[in-house]
């Protein structure tokens, strides 16, 4: 009896890279939009002088 049901072996992986780069795709955009707009320079400034304040 021949068997009916597709291999779906390599569809987890596949999944996994679809996913992988959606959140790499969406983490650029964030990226690319803070850098641009001066919010990630401002955020690593107030990140720095709050570490620098328990030193």
Known sequence: MPNLIP???G???AE???VIV???AIALAL???ASSTGTLSS???A???KVT???
């Open 7 to 9: 291999d779906e072996s």
């Open 11 to 13: 569809q987890a992986t």
């Open 16 to 18: 996994y890279a679809l």
């Open 22 to 24: 959606a959140a790499a």
């Open 31 to 33: 990226i690319l939009w």
């Open 43 to 45: 955020l690593f400034d």
């Open 47 to 49: 990140v720095v002088a």
């Open 53 to 55: 304040s328990y030193v």
